[in-house]
């Protein structure tokens, strides 16, 4: 299986509801990196897995519209923990209707899956993984 990770990053604020969430539960700010991995079973027609230029670019995209945000006023995710888990899943269902859309190029028809990673520190991330 071969692979390409691409990265950017996302800085929010947000909150938490639950006791599972401690002093997370107010009001506060994220800063995650955000490494998107494209992954086919085979090379294509030009010996790459994905356009690096285009996949950098939709990531770029989905994370501008998710950065310098309150994500409590987004009434996408009204009544959501916006935890890392659930942001990795966004990012990747949102790149995964961009590939499919043909918006990562021509090439893009024979990604076999995608995974999502956001980083919350150097000692702690969550990433998400999906067919497509």
């Not at 028809?109 to 993984?129: F, N, P, Q, R």
Request: proline share 3%.
């Amino acid at each position: 299986m071969f692979s390409v990770t691409v990265r950017d990053h996302i800085m929010i604020a947000h909150s938490f509801s639950g006791e599972v969430f401690g002093p997370a539960q107010r009001l506060h700010g994220a800063t995650f990196v955000v490494d998107a991995t494209f992954r086919r079973p085979e090379l294509d027609d030009d010996n790459i897995v994905v356009d690096i230029g285009r996949a950098s670019e939709q990531l770029h995209n989905i994370c501008s519209g998710l950065s310098y945000r309150n994500l409590d006023d987004d009434p996408e995710f009204t009544g959501v923990n916006t935890s890392t888990e659930f942001l990795a899943k966004v990012i990747a269902d949102r790149l995964a209707v961009r590939a499919q859309a043909g918006e990562l190029g021509p090439g893009a028809t024979g990604l076999s899956g995608l995974s999502v990673t956001l980083h919350e520190s150097h000692i702690a991330w969550a990433t998400y993984e999906r067919d497509l």
